[in-house]
């Protein structure tokens, strides 16, 4: 039997012995690189886009010769105003690549030795990265798989049988749940979106699913509206899972993730962050047959093509 590709060598180009026997030198030289790609790691002047710059080495910055403004490598990006070191960082990335199910903040923060806050925003700024390549505007095609599943807003029961309530029932809930709507193409890309209700699906479909394909459905009657405009496939789950092709399979695979993601590792999430998770789970659901170096790789690199943070620049100073 062929080996399963996450058990053979071939998926392990990265490691954190490698990043950390390189030092910071090498992880501050692979910033530079995956910076500006296209003159080997040479700076260029993010404001008038000049080659020429002095090196403040000292400082680790550049003066342009043209324009005279001072940058760093991590000017104008998501990683803007870090204080780990850059050996830090990319370990924390190779941490975060490696967890096929995502990674708790604290265990993040004990792994790194930081504040468990500067792990909770580096790795929400991470997500921010992962989703560029997950929300990229272009519709799906081919096949599309669509379904819902409900995240949060969990109600613990009262201790005493005659006490409890009616969970179904809106007044006994807490307003913190949210449906994590996937449209997912078979062999391709996933997208997910956080809505209140699952039937917001269908005005989600007709943004992003090109009119030519086909769709797969479950029996949820909401998703009748799905016809009128492309030809769908039902599957009705409370008698069988999948009926000659029939089945949203890929979709469930990416709410298996997810799950595992939520109750495994961060057990608690917010109603507004939920989408970052979202994305993220979809980011690994995509990307599960590179190697962990690809993934550290894509990452950096969008991570320094990714503008500063608006939602994570300052959070905690504006939480405080
Ligand atoms: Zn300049």
């Given at each position: 039997?062929?080996?399963?590709?996450?058990?053979?060598?071939?998926?392990?180009?990265?490691?954190?012995?490698?990043?950390?026997?390189?030092?910071?030198?090498?992880?501050?030289?692979?910033?530079?690189?995956?910076?500006?790609?296209?003159?080997?790691?040479?700076?260029?002047?993010?404001?008038?886009?000049?080659?020429?710059?002095?090196?403040?080495?000292?400082?680790?910055?550049?003066k342009c010769k043209a324009c005279a403004h001072q940058f760093s490598v991590t000017s104008g990006t998501i990683f803007a105003s870090r204080k780990m070191d850059f050996v830090d960082l990319l370990a924390a990335i190779c941490i975060i690549v490696n967890a096929a199910k995502g990674v708790s903040m604290v265990q993040l923060s004990r792994d790194l030795d930081c504040q468990y806050k500067t792990a909770f925003v580096l790795a929400h700024k991470l997500r921010e990265a992962m989703a560029q390549e997950v929300q990229t505007g272009e519709v799906l095609t081919g096949h599309v798989e669509i379904d819902g599943a409900y995240f949060g807003g969990h109600i613990r029961p009262e201790n005493k049988k005659a006490d409890r309530k009616d969970r179904r029932l809106k007044v006994n809930q807490t307003g913190k749940r949210r449906v994590v709507i996937a449209l997912r193409e078979r062999e391709g890309r996933t997208l997910p979106f956080v809505a209140l209700s699952e039937a917001e699906g269908v005005a989600l479909a007709s943004e992003n699913v090109c009119r030519l394909a086909t769709m797969s459905a479950d029996e949820a009657s909401h998703w009748d509206m799905l016809h009128a405009a492309w030809e769908v496939d039902r599957v009705n789950h409370s008698e069988l899972y999948s009926d000659h092709g029939k089945h949203t399979n890929w979709a469930e695979s990416y709410f298996s993730r997810?799950?595992?993601?939520?109750?495994?590792?961060?057990?608690?999430?917010?109603?507004?962050?939920?989408?970052?998770?979202?994305?993220?789970?979809?980011?690994?659901?995509?990307?599960?047959?590179?190697?962990?170096?690809?993934?550290?790789?894509?990452?950096?690199?969008?991570?320094?093509?990714?503008?500063?943070?608006?939602?994570?620049?300052?959070?905690?100073?504006?939480?405080?």
């Open positions: 039997m062929a080996q399963h590709f996450l058990l053979s060598a071939a998926s392990r180009t990265l490691s954190l012995k490698a990043i950390y026997k390189g030092g910071e030198v090498a992880a501050y030289e692979t910033f530079c690189k995956m910076r500006w790609p296209e003159t080997d790691g040479e700076a260029i002047c993010p404001q008038c886009g000049c080659v020429e710059t002095y090196k403040i080495t000292t400082r680790r910055k550049f997810l799950r595992r993601m939520v109750s495994g590792q961060h057990h608690h999430v917010s109603p507004q962050y939920l989408y970052q998770y979202a994305n993220h789970a979809a980011w690994l659901e995509d990307s599960r047959r590179f190697d962990n170096g690809e993934l550290a790789h894509r990452l950096v690199a969008n991570s320094m093509g990714a503008p500063v943070s608006r939602n994570w620049k300052g959070y905690w100073q504006r939480a405080a």
